[in-house]
């Protein structure tokens, strides 16, 4: 078994020539969570890896993908604006990362890229986290972005009864949509409030909630309680939508659960061990009630 802890925070091993290394790559990237979360999950599983994150410039993703092998990096998650730009110098793509044209986490097996994206899957158990099962829901999927895009594709893939999507530009809405087949449709402005009124599931994927002068995603109106309501902002960690939920009696979730699962399906894929959950769990909620402390800039 490995020494104890030397740092005073009780996530951090000390560092050998025989550390392995994990990391994130994006731009901005020093205020990543993930860092906190890895280490606390490698210091949980006793494992003698640290994780650290790399700013990257626009542009440079996949050299700095290719780095991954070079220096024997055993995975790296990817954020903005790289998403896209490491394809390239991936050996081989999940075909979720197929469809969805994004890599949000390499895993080195041998010196093979693979490029996986975990965003989806976090959704799913982050919602199924809080008791809602998507399986046979009717879904409103609000954005068409990397985000909505990722929820789309997973809500299909867990056989949704149905997945509408709303999106400020349309033409980029129809994309989306494509993404979950014959029972996904583009809603128009205003078809938006019957299509919730009859929804199950409504996911906010746009930022609209993430800045203190925003107003809600949805009219207050338009929900009602027997909808279940996930708002993928997890800073605030409740939006004026998740506000509006609560006064109508309808469940809901914040991002914070995705974000930890799918960091949580990323150390599966890098390490090849089971994520030690609570401890991620743990340090994220930690983190985040910090940055709660700091305000919105936090
Ligand atoms: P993106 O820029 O790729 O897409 C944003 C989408 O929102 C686009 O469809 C855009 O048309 C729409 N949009 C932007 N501003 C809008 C406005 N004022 N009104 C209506 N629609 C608007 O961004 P993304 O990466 O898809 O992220 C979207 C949201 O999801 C962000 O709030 C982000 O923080 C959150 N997110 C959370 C997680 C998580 O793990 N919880 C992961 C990824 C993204």
């Known amino acids: 078994m490995l020494r104890p802890a030397v740092s005073s925070d009780n996530t951090r ?35 003698d890896w640290v994780y650290l994150a790399f700013p ?5 993703g996949a050299q700095a993908a290719r ?33 969805l044209n994004a890599v949000n986490c390499i895993a080195n097996a ?22 809602f099962e998507p399986t046979g829901a009717r879904c409103v999927v609000l954005g068409a972005g990397g985000a909505a895009r990722a929820v789309i594709l997973a809500l299909a893939e867990a056989g949704a009864a149905s997945v509408a999507v709303h999106n400020r530009d349309p033409g980029r809405g129809r994309i989306a949509v494509t993404l979950a087949g014959e029972g996904a449709v583009l809603v128009a402005d205003d078809a938006l409030v019957d299509a ?6 409504v996911v906010n994927a746009t930022p609209v909630g993430m800045s203190s002068g925003d107003g809600s ?6 929900l ?23 006064r109508v009696g309808a469940r809901h979730c914040n991002g914070a659960g995705m974000l930890m699962h799918q960091a949580a ?12 959950v609570d401890a991620m769990a743990e340090a994220m909620t930690a983190a985040l009630a910090k940055r709660a402390e700091e305000g919105p800039q936090g």
């Open 196 to 201: 919730v009124s009859s929804a199950d599931l």
């Open 67 to 99: 780095m991954v092998r070079t220096f024997d990096i055993r995975g790296m998650s990817v954020t903005m604006p790289h998403k896209e730009s490491v394809i390239p110098a991936m050996d081989e793509l999940t075909p979720v990362a197929q469809r």
């Open 217 to 222: 995603a949805l009219p207050e109106d338009a």
């Open 13 to 47: 091993r000390s560092v050998s020539g025989l550390t392995h290394v994990a990391a994130v790559i994006g731009d901005p990237v020093r205020h990543s969570l993930s860092p906190t979360v890895f280490n606390a999950a490698f210091y949980a599983a006793e494992m």
């Open 224 to 246: 009602h309680s027997e909808l279940f309501v996930a708002d993928l902002i997890y800073h605030p960690s409740e939006t004026p939508l998740l506000a509006a939920a609560e």
């Open 56 to 60: 990257v410039p626009e542009g440079s």
């Open 110 to 131: 041998d010196g093979r890229l693979i490029g996986h994206n975990t965003d989806g899957a976090g959704f799913l158990a982050s919602v199924r986290d809080c008791g």
């Open 265 to 276: 399906e990323a150390f599966r894929i890098i390490t090849g061990r089971a994520a030690p």
